[in-house]
């Protein structure tokens, strides 16, 4: 298996004629768990939503350059199949209202058609679950539908969602910045259980928990990627003026 | 100073009285009316009422079941029609705002609530009754144009309402769109779009002008769809004008059963939209 | 891996479908508008031997006498302005009670909700039920005040359709006008409480202002349904194509409007210039009210965006 599961050479995306991403070229390998930090309008939510090319789905958003999923380019592939081998974990949890959360679990399966025996998916939702540390807590209401679930619980929901698709890397968008410091914590934690088994991509505007979750952190200004290092490396000695301003609090 | 205060404050209160009385008092003619139908009505309606068809003119019993199948049958059809036209408008409407078409279909819908009833029936009798003659699905076709612009509107605007990150969360694990509208927005949107389904059939159930030159009007029972059927609001409009007292009393019963589906319809939508609507 | 390559057969299947999807959405949206193109192309076409032959003068003339093949809209016309704009004057204090009730004075609980619900009640009784009520039971009351005015007691006409039209187009302006004036910002009626304007005057100089142009929109929608309403008029109109001699007469007596001439006299034509003349009255209906309802809505598209 390749080590490099993410690779961008020379990536540019727009917003119309509005010219977000520029020319990012990044590597990121496997089983990694890499922040991607920056401040408003950076163009990082932007890169991020390009891997699964849920980007394109704003009318008038176009992308152009080399992005790889191992050694496919993701833009000549199905987007369907893309977004099955690339999973993502939205700002606000959101599972869905009207399923279960059993039913949420393997929403991918069930919206899909994709038809598998019952037993199958029994084994699918305890271990997403159990991943996502949230099987104890719902293991006795699975068919009830998830709206009692606090905002913590539900974004593990969500979590486990997205990893009952078993996908090869997960993509969060500031996945903790709706939730209280208690559920924050519980979310954190399960990022340094997840990257043994998946590549995590996590976009946030928290400084410390970047600091906390990642190996590696890239930061993007104005568009461009300006740094990408070890995480310890880039929080104690950054290499450029505008990391280091971001960092101390110049701006943010 | 005092006495000026005093006069506002007495005009101020007086207002009051006189705006609670004229909104009040709008009640008292549908009150009056409805208690009316019901006395009159309900005398009228028994099982024979319901499952014969009228006998002719000055003979006694006989009753509506013509009309009732016709109009069950008829709003039935209507609503086979209009539900997935309106549905799939609905939702083109609420997923491509800034399209020209959307603009164009928009302005359409608000056209096609404002046509009055007789205009759509002349219109479908030269597309449809012309050619093939008078019949039931001539007359669904004209009520079918009247329930869209209710459906069209109630589904989008039930649909705008629904939060972006559900489609999102669909889309992030590769459903495909049709999927994610069919199995993900429409079903969370079921209570909104259902309560305007219900609300466009309350609504034509009662129309008689666009049946008067497309559906005609029958006085046998009659389940072909291809030729003249009666229905509901129509054996009123006949009756009405009758100079026999049985056929006046078969058009108060008719209009109790009219105003019992009616009112039923009504209040089934409006417990829809209070139970569901909590949830989302 | 055959798991794999199962997802991505799959995948490839349902990008077929997606391409279907939309364009069945696209079909049913282009349904609307064809539905409208083709609804004036059919009025325009059916009606043009008399508007060929006739002219504007159609609309004028009085005299409708198809037997001699003679068509003149006015009597229609007149009764057809004459209900309807009877109708709205009638209704509108009612209205408005109810949208300034609703909207200012008692805007949430038990009562505020029963009132509504009567509101909306009133606008789905079927208009056929009211057209009949009224003429077993309005009617004869009519008759018997045209007795005490020393009028023929005819009963049916102007008079009876516009009391029962009043009632019907009454839910109209009301749910929008209740609307509205729940929309206007309470900063600005604190502002007026404050300065000690009373309940009445902050209606009188800031709701009522600030909502003029949207209210009015609402007196264009219930214009619009009185002006295509069917099925009640033609049962109380009296359906008499002539124009009375006095305004009593014409009022009191027996008349009839163009959706009520259309349906009396729409089967009953035999040849191609009454079918004609019916439709163009028909046409005519059909601008008039949509283009009611457009700038009825069209303002309130801008009011609601403000």
Known sequence: MEHTVVSATKFNAWFGDNHVVKDVSISIERNQCVAVMGPSGCGKTTFLRCINRMHELIPGATAKGSLKLYADEVYSMNPIYVRYKIGMVFQRPNPFPNLSIYDNVIAGYKLNGLSMPKAELDRIVEKSLTSAALWNEVKDSLHKKGTFLSGGQQQRLCIARAIAMEPEVILFDEPTSALDPISTASVEQLFHELKENYTLIIVTHNMQQAARVSDKTAFFYVGELVEFDDTKQMFTAPKDTRTQNYITGRFS | MDARIKIRNTKSILFKSLIIFLAFIITLPLIIVLLYIIKMGVVQVNWGFLVHAPTPEGVAGGGIANALIGSLIMVGMSAIVAIPVGLSAGIYLSENPGTRLAYYSGLCVDILQGVPSIVVGIVIYFWIVKPFGFSAISGSIALAIMMLPIVVRSTEQTLLLLPASLKEAALSLGVPYHRVMLKVIVPCGFAGILSGIILSIARIIGETAPLLFTALGNVYISTKVTGPMDSLPHLIYIDAKSSYQDQIDQAWGASFILLMFVLILNITTKLITRKWNIQL | ?306
Not at chain 3, 125 to 141: D, K, N
Not at chain 3, 245 to 266: H, L, Q, Y
Not at chain 3, 272 to 299: C, M, P, Q, W
């Open chain 3, 1 to 306: 891996m055959s798991e794999k390559n199962k997802r991505l057969d799959l995948s490839y299947s349902q990008m077929k479908w997606e391409t279907v999807f939309r364009r069945i959405l696209i079909v049913m949206s282009s349904i609307m508008v064809l539905l409208v193109i083709g609804t004036l192309i059919t009025l325009i076409v059916k009606s043009w031997p008399t508007i060929k032959s006739l002219g504007i003068g159609y609309l004028w003339g009085k005299v409708w006498d198809p037997v001699s093949d003679v068509y003149g809209a006015r009597p229609f016309l007149m009764g057809t302005l004459l209900t309807s704009f009877t109708a709205l004057i009638i209704s509108i204090p009612f209205s408005y009670s109810v949208a300034i009730y609703l909207g200012e004075y008692n805007t949430k609980g038990w009562l505020s909700n029963l009132l509504k619900n009567t509101v909306e009640l009133i606008a789905a009784v079927p208009s056929i039920i009211y057209g009949f009520w009224a003429l077993f039971v309005l009617v004869p009351q009519v008759r018997k005040l045209e007795t005490l005015l020393h009028m023929p007691a005819v009963g049916v006409g102007a008079f009876a359709a516009s009391l029962v039209l009043a009632v019907m187009i009454i839910p109209y302006a009301a749910s929008l006008g209740t609307s509205l004036i729940r929309m206007v910002p309470s900063p600005l009626k604190e502002g007026a409480y404050a300065l000690g304007a009373t309940r009445f005057e902050v209606i009188r100089s800031v709701i009522l202002p600030f909502t003029r142009s949207g209210l009015f929109a609402g007196i264009l929608l219930s214009l619009g349904r009185a002006l295509g309403e069917t099925m009640a008029v033609t049962i109380l109109i009296g359906n008499t194509s002539a124009i009375g001699n006095t305004f009593k007469d014409v009022f009191f007596g027996p008349g009839n409007t163009m959706a009520s001439v259309i349906a009396n006299e729409f089967s009953e034509a035999d040849h191609d210039l009454y079918y004609s003349a019916l439709i163009e009255l028909g046409l005519v209906l059909f601008f008039v009210t949509v283009i009611i309802n457009l700038i009825g809505k069209r303002i309130i598209t801008k009011y609601t965006n403000k």
